[in-house]
Every structure is written in C-alpha cells, then in structure tokens.
C-alpha cells in the first residue's frame, strides 16, 4: 500500500509513564521502536502558555462528558463527538472548546471522564490554534470532593498541554435543598478554587439572572453575587432562549442574553465585569435566533459567544455563527479590561 494512504487513519498509542492515549498517524507496518519516543517528543508543550482571559474570548464552543465519554455510551457504542472534531471546530472558526473534563459519576470513577480522550482533545485543540477550558459541574453535597475534581483539571498534564483555564458550572440545585446551606458551600468551594488556581482563569458558569429574577424567583433565591464577585476574573451566563415562550419576550437570542448581561452587572456591581455569554440549545435554534444572539455580543460588551453545544448543532448552524464573528455582528468584540 503507498504510504500516502498508509498515513490517512488517526489512532492512539499509549505512554506508559503517563498512562496517557494520545493520537498519531499510523502505518499498517510495524512501527521502529523508537517512533513513539520520537513523536511523543514532538507533540509535547515545551513553551509556557498563559492561563489567561483569552481562552474566553471570541467564539468558543461546548462538549459535555456524555458526549465523548466511552462509558457514557449505550451498548459500547461510538461516541457522538470524537477528538478528530477539533478540525471542523477550527474549520468554523472556534478559538476556545470548553470541555466538561471531570464528572462527580460513578462512570468517572476516577473523576476525569476519559483521561485518554481529554489529553487528545488538549493536544489536538492546541495544535490547530484552540484553547480548551476545563469546566466541572459541582452538587455542593461534599465541598472537599468538588474541590478534588476541580483540582484536577487545573492539574491535568498530557505531555506538557495542559487546559487554559478552569470553569464553575453552577447551577445545581437538586442536591443541597436549603439555599443558604448551598450559598455557603458554593462560597466555601470557590474560595478553595480561586486559592488553588493562582493567576489560572477562573470562569464562572451561571444561570442567567432574568431566569431567576424574572421567570422563577424561587429557582435560586439570594444567589451570593457579591460574595463571588471577587474571586472569579470572566462570567458565562447561560442564556438558554430556547427554553423560553414567545409569550415571554425572551425567546429570543438577542433579548434574553442582553437583558442578563446587564441584570448580572447589576447584581455583581461591576459594570466593567467581563462577559462571554452561552446561548442554546443547539438542536433548537434556529438560524436568525442565531443571527441575533451575535448582535447582542458587542451591544453587552461581551468578549466571547457561544451555543451549547458543538454536538446539538447542524453543519448550517456552525456556519451562521462562525460568520457572525468573522465578518458579522461579532467581528470586533471588545478585549478584556
């Protein structure tokens, strides 16, 4: 067989010292020996790269665990969303994955969803250009244990590449009923965070106030806006139109999202506090409700947008968007302060 379609299939080899799979190109012919040292040797981060606020900007998209997790799957079956999806990511002009990383799950037993996968995505995202974010969706049932999976995203190494920023995913309320008692441990876990990640990003993933101020006040009554405005450094509220009536006012990407930026700089009293605002869901927007989200960004002074999530959305709706922040609405959005 030439060795130009020898070369075509991505697969993976495993570093034993890291217990890590990542991706390489394979021959059908047995490989030298020292071929894994080598390309491993190439692939690793050498360089130094700032944890900073611009993994936040721009256009980003979401994974979540179900949808790469191998365990996560039923009857062992392929997973919606592979590692090789980074090219079409970068292709419609994705700067930054966020990546649920890490589950509180007994399919996760180890926390990390799949170690193997996460490091692919890392290695693959930062060769084509893209940062990738860690985020976690904590129950606040045991505030040490959520602080252990948060620990290991800002922790997590796969030959040098490691996640450009760590995100909260607050928005559970099943688990600890009493809201103080749930207020108090959200405090206690971010205080924890924001010690251990140093000059790491740290993003906060919110419920959009509009959805607990307007649509339901009892859903998360006396959110501590103020006590957590200091220790996280970019707010992410998920301003989920989809899941709005007409009747409302809110179905509607530009008004829902607008009106929750502007009720969480209220809430937080910082109107200089940096933004990347989440539209969604994927699988139930439509183009022109796409097209709206994006002039909403720069009229909030957002300095990212995204739809959750990657694996929800149609090839069209991955186009609209990229072009709204390529040549459209979101073409020039302003840089963090």
């Known amino acids: 067989m030439p060795r130009s379609r020898r070369l075509v299939v991505i697969v993976a080899f495993v570093v034993v010292a890291a217990g890590l799979v990542i991706w ?10 020292a071929a894994a040292a080598t390309i491993a040797l190439r692939l690793r981060q050498t360089k130094s790269v700032p944890r900073d ?33 980074i090219d079409d990511m970068a292709a419609n002009g994705v700067t930054t994955l ?3 990383a ?46 252990a999976h948060l620990r290991q995203i800002l922790d997590f190494d796969a030959l040098g590449h490691r996640f450009d ?50 649509v339901n006040q009892s859903y998360w009554p006396e ?4 006590e957590l405005q200091p220790l996280y450094d970019v707010w992410l509220p998920m301003s989920y139109w989809t899941f709005r009536t007409a009747a409302s006012g809110y179905h509607d990407g530009y008004a829902y999202s607008d009106e929750s930026v502007r009720r969480l700089r209220d809430d937080l009293g910082d109107q200089d506090a940096v933004v990347h605002a989440i539209g969604g869901v994927g699988d139930k927007v439509t183009i022109d409700e796409i097209q709206r989200f994006v002039e909403s960004l720069p009229a909030a002074r957002a300095v990212g947008g995204s739809i959750y999530d990657w694996a929800s959305m149609t090839p069209g709706d991955r186009a609209a968007l990229a072009a709204g922040f390529a040549t459209g609405k979101a073409a020039n959005l302003p840089r963090p302060p």
Do not use: C
Not at 24 to 33: H, I, L, Q, Y
Not at 202 to 210: D, Q, Y
């Open 223 to 226: 959110f501590p806006w103020h």
């Open 98 to 100: 966020f990546l649920q």
């Open 24 to 33: 390489v190109d394979r021959s059908d012919e047995p490989a030298p020996g």
């Open 102 to 147: 890490v589950r509180a799950d007994p399919r996760s037993p180890a926390g990390v969803v799949d170690r193997a996968r996460v490091g692919e995505f890392l290695i693959r995202a930062h060769r084509a250009g893209m940062r990738v974010v860690g985020w976690y969706l904590p129950t606040f049932v045991d505030v040490t244990a959520d602080v």
């Open 53 to 85: 606020i611009e993994a936040y900007t721009k256009l980003a998209t979401w994974v979540d665990g179900f949808d790469f997790g191998p365990a996560y799957q039923r009857n062992n079956g392929p997973t919606p969303i592979a590692p090789k999806a």
């Open 165 to 214: 920023g760590v995100a909260v995913d607050i928005e559970d309320v099943d688990d600890v009923k009493d809201v103080a008692d749930r207020n108090q441990r959200l405090i206690d876990e971010t205080r924890q965070l924001r010690a251990a990640a140093g000059t790491t990003t740290v993003g906060a993933i919110v419920l959009p106030p509009v959805l607990t101020e307007v």
